[in-house]
């Protein structure tokens, strides 16, 4: 029993040992770690440092480094040393002569000649200047590319344009060109369009430069109240709400509109109403015909095409009336022009599938040989047409004003006022005559079909 108790307490104090190696080994661990998280901080407070350096070198020469290892001789062209007090009195004046910088780094201070501290200084703020510049102008974009959809569905009924290869929609009476794609930036900020200068701004939108006389009143139509008949905003709106200037009752045109309170108008006129159909194809023989009798120049010609008016066709109403050099139908512009319609099936207004659209989605014929090669045969050629848009029109026949009015007479009614005679007109056989201010008629080529109809008919008066 004896010799057992002697082992015992050995071992004791072995593990006794073993915990304090231990424990020192611990506390040697979380110092280190401590030393190396201050040296980090301390890092990177001289990087904020570096950044907010004066570019003045003389700054640097009158702050004196202060040394960690004051023995330290900088510079020192003598042989021997005169103690530690001469060599930090050299040490300092050698360091005030040529300026030095001393940084603290990772393994301790670090001294820069002040020349070369300064010039990786200045590149390094160039650097993040650059980046600086880098960033904003990606948000810049990113806010444009943003706003392009928004731009696109806000312009919907405006006339477009082309300015150097980029489409805009023409809105506020031409003082604002609004891009519906994303634009090339390497395309200038000004340009002359319809002989007006146009700059581009933060927004890429083009707004006029030239100084104008502006009315006092903004003349731009609601578009809400132009298409419904209402806007929400009531008389807070900033656009203008003529009642005179409404989209046309669709119904009403079919003699099926029976409400007295519609919204939408009931008066047809050359702005507001669709171009007759039948008329254009020569074979309307309806003398209560609601639809616009009148054809665009150009129209009877083969060898020009001629592209529905957005205004009218989206819009539901077009200021140049008669005058317009486009034609007045309920067909889809934008299934015009791009073969595609991002509402599909639900698109209120008809998709025409022309001879333009069937060679647009023809799948073209090829010939294959033996060394897997491909050659597209070569088709006879179609003549061109010219194409007739707003994109290739004279951009002054873009604001042509059709202030001419419409006024249409019943003969047989003592001369009476059309609107006393809406409600019958669809069980009316009555002669109708339609009047007009407008010094700028038809051709003269229409005029003579329209009367040989008429001489044709036995319902019409022989004139």
Known sequence: MSSQVPES????????????????????????????????????????????????????????PKFSNM?????????????????????????????????????????????????EAEKLKA????????????????????????F????????????????????????????????????????????????????????????????????????YFTRTGMCDKGINCKYDHDKEKIRICPLFLLGKCYSKNCLLSHSPNDNNTPQCRYFLDKSCQNPNCKYRHFKPAHYNDPNYEIWTCRPFAIGGFCSRGKKCSFLHLLNCPDFEEDNYCVMGRECPLTHQF????????????????????????????????????????????????????????????NGGDKSQFDSNLGSSNEFLIELSSSSEESDLEDSQEEDDEIEENEDYVVL
């Open 9 to 64: 307490e050995a071992l004791k104090i072995k593990y006794k040992e073993i915990a304090a190696l231990k424990k020192a080994i611990q506390e040697k661990q979380e110092l280190k770690r401590q030393q190396q998280q201050s040296a980090s901080k301390i890092q990177k407070q001289a990087y904020k440092r570096i950044l907010k350096l004066p570019v003045n070198p003389n700054v640097f020469l009158q702050q004196k």
């Open 71 to 119: 023995t330290l001789v900088v510079n020192n062209t003598g042989g021997s040393t005169n103690g530690t007090a001469s060599a930090t009195k050299e040490g300092t004046s050698s360091t005030d002569q040529q300026g030095y910088v001393s940084v603290q780094s990772s393994g301790g201070k670090s001294f820069y000649n002040i020349n070369v501290y300064q010039q």
């Open 127 to 150: 650097k993040i200047l650059l980046k600086k510049k880098q960033v904003q102008e990606q948000k810049r974009l990113e806010k444009i590319r943003n706003q392009i959809p928004k």
């Open 152 to 223: 696109r569905t806000m312009s919907d009924n405006c006339d477009r344009i082309k300015i150097n290869g980029d489409k805009y929609a023409v809105t506020e009476n031409g003082r604002a060109l609004v891009p519906i794609r994303m634009f090339q930036l390497t395309n200038p900020i000004e340009c002359i369009w319809n002989g007006n200068k146009y700059q581009r701004n933060s927004q890429g939108v083009f707004k006029l430069s030239t100084p104008v006389r502006r009315k006092r009143k903004n003349t731009e139509l609601c578009r």
């Open 354 to 413: 022309t001879l333009k659209t069937q060679d647009s989605i023809a799948t073209k014929s090829n010939k294959y040989i033996r060394d897997e090669t491909v050659v597209t045969e070569e088709s006879t050629p179609t003549p061109v047409k010219t194409i007739v848009n707003s994109y290739t029109v004279d951009p002054k026949l873009l604001f042509v004003v059709d202030e001419t009015g419409n006024y249409q007479f019943y003969i047989d009614n």
